[in-house]
């Protein structure tokens, strides 16, 4: 019967496949006490050797889909099923406590995770921890006889439905074969969420039950661009989805047309559209969408995408990628953001009540210096290919605007003693996206080259609520005036010192949050590289001279960000 599940639209398009279900099994067991330790020595052994085919079978897909690098991590389970300090040990834990494989298998890994993630001035043994829990998972899945998903193994079209997506498992997906994903719960400005537009994959988030509501194999329309998955689809259904498919596929066709123009309103003043990427694999997009530039390179994901701390040349060799792909055109390259719901396995943090108010983001970079200063070395050796900005995430003081600038101003005098090209002219600037600065921002933009403003996390902690919490997503109000009057604040502040102010956050390409900004005079605004035509197309039909009013209305009269909504769409449809 068909059934449609309401979700948030998190990225643009139509896509209809059959489910695929990455849901987490119950992995729950009994202690039990045990006579004959043989046998259950001999069922352990056969949930290893089957494990053992899995990963093999997983890692010959993986080369194939994802590349080798992506596939060497299954090698590195195998290497540990195949170590007799590990399963040895399991054995010997039933033959000695007479327990269950089950409970001897957990006692030793827990073992073994503990000695390794306390290993802190190892690094590569940290990471070990992480790819034991992997293989202690897939082995208690085989002993319990329940199925673990391995989304590596998708050889045909398919929807992902999941509770919640990480960042990392987002970035596993084959885009062959996933056509979009759905998911219980997160919300719009989610990094998950941010992923599939850059992957240009239709999303709905935050529906709250589709993981209980979906079976494997059951046909799903994705609707991406109002926030629905529809369930056994009716004829109508696929033909009602089909023609909003392809009127929404002609409507990309009009904004392709501008793909070599510059942005310019209709009274002629230009305005820098650029892109936010994680990768550098997101640089064709940025090409394909003609942006102006990179407002924001999410540098965290290099780090997620990778077994372990990357090296500096590995990261030079990624940045050196980028800015040469962008041919002389601006690139802000933010430095690592990582805590809140972004992690490294290789890199345990402390648990914590509050993570996104938590150890995060610059405030991590200031306190482990030597992984901020081979950031900074990596950026500083890349920028003679190109027009680098850097910026740091999460400035809340002044404070460590200036520890951040001086840690930088040090590699960089130390490469210049030692004669390495680095380019004299980088721009340093900071995220604006805690309140506490945004407040400040005049005092900050004495000292900083520019802002930019990152509205997913100032909205979340300017009005309290999780960007990621599907409960309190009514709250993410771009337009409410509080946001407003900050962005203002930070834009007028930047132009006061002679600074430049842009944006980052998804409110930049908001086709309500637009005619304000432009009123308001901000002059980068950075977005899903697949959102980039769509401004330029909206800002070619806008006045600013005629939008001044409308900003200062909804600046200083509205009360609410539904009248500030209706003001916008109100004036649009004049
Ligand atoms: C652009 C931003 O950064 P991120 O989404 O990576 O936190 C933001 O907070 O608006
Ligand atoms: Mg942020």
């Known amino acids: 019967m068909v059934q449609t599940i309401k979700g948030i639209a998190a990225s643009d398009g139509i896509a209809t496949a059959e489910a695929y279900l990455l849901v987490q099994p119950d992995l729950s067991f009994d202690k039990k006490s045990i006579s004959d330790a043989d046998a259950e020595i001999s069922r352990l052994k056969d949930a290893i050797a089957k494990s053992d085919d899995e990963l093999t079978k997983i890692r010959d897909i993986a080369k194939v889909s994802l590349g080798d690098d992506e596939a060497q991590v299954f090698d590195a389970h195998k290497m540990i099923l195949a170590d007799p300090e590990f399963t040895g040990a399991v054995e010997q834990q039933v033959k000695d406590q007479k327990v269950n494989a089950e409970q001897a298998l957990n006692d030793v890994s827990n073992n073994f995770i503990q000695i390794f993630e306390g290993m802190t001035d190892n690094a590569y043994m940290q990471e070990r921890a992480a790819d034991v829990r992997d293989v202690t998972k897939r082995v208690m899945a085989h002993l319990l006889g329940v199925e673990l998903p391995n989304p590596s193994l998708i050889d045909h079209e398919v929807i992902i439905v999941a509770h919640d997506l990480t960042p990392s498992d987002t970035a596993q997906l084959n885009k062959k074969y996933v056509k979009g994903f759905v998911t219980d719960i997160g919300g719009r400005t989610a990094h998950s969420a941010i992923m599939a537009r850059s992957l240009e994959l239709p999303a709905v988030v935050g529906t709250d039950s589709i993981t209980k509501d979906a079976k494997d194999g059951d046909k799903i329309i994705l609707d991406g661009l109002n926030g629905a998955a529809i369930l056994d689809p009716s004829d109508e259904d696929i033909k009602h989805y089909n023609k909003l498919a392809s009127d929404f596929a002609a409507e990309k066709a009009e904004w392709e047309k501008l793909k070599d123009e510059a942005t310019v309103t209709a009274d002629g ?10 990768t550098p694999d997101d640089l064709q997009g940025v090409i394909d969408n003609g942006a102006e530039g990179i407002g924001l390179y999410r540098t965290e994901f290099l780090y997620m995408q990778s077994e372990e701390l990357p090296t500096e040349d590995d990261q030079f060799e990624a940045y050196k990628k980028v800015l040469e792909g962008m041919k002389g055109k601006p690139v802000v390259v933010r430095t690592m953001d990582i805590g809140g719901d972004k992690h490294l396995p290789y890199l345990p943090l402390p648990d914590e009540m509050n ?3 938590g150890y995060r983001a610059i405030r991590i970079s200031l306190d482990k210096q030597d ?29 460590e605007f200036r520890d951040a600038k001086k840690v930088f101003e040090e590699e960089k005098a130390k490469l210049v003693a030692d004669n390495v090209k680095v380019s004299d002219d980088i721009q340093l600037g900071m995220m604006m996206e805690v309140p506490a600065a945004a407040i400040l921002a005049d005092q900050f933009a004495k000292e900083v080259d520019f802002f930019s403003i990152g509205t997913n996390d100032l909205i979340q902690y300017t009005m309290a609520a999780d960007r990621g919490n599907e409960h309190v997503s009514y709250l993410y109000q771009p337009y409410n005036p509080s946001i407003l009057r900050l962005v203002k604040h930070v834009i007028e502040s930047a132009h006061k010192e002679g600074k430049w102010a842009g944006m980052c956050g998804e409110a930049a390409g908001d086709n309500i949050m637009v005619p304000l900004l432009l009123a308001m005079g901000l002059d980068e605004y950075s977005m899903s590289a697949t959102s980039v035509l769509r401004v ?6 806008l006045s600013t001279a005629d939008l001044k009013d409308l900003a200062d209305r909804a600046v200083n009269e509205s009360i609410t960000n539904e009248d500030n909504k209706k003001l916008v769409e109100e004036y649009m449809n004049k």
């Open 269 to 278: 003043k230009h305005f820098d559209v650029a892109a936010n990427i994680g």
């Open 355 to 357: 993570p996104f108010l």
């Open 536 to 541: 330029r197309s909206l800002m070619k039909k």
């Open 371 to 399: 992984i901020f200063r081979t950031q900074l070395r990596a950026l500083l050796r890349a920028s003679a290919f190109g027009n680098l900005r850097i910026m740091f995430p999460m400035i809340g003081t002044l404070q």
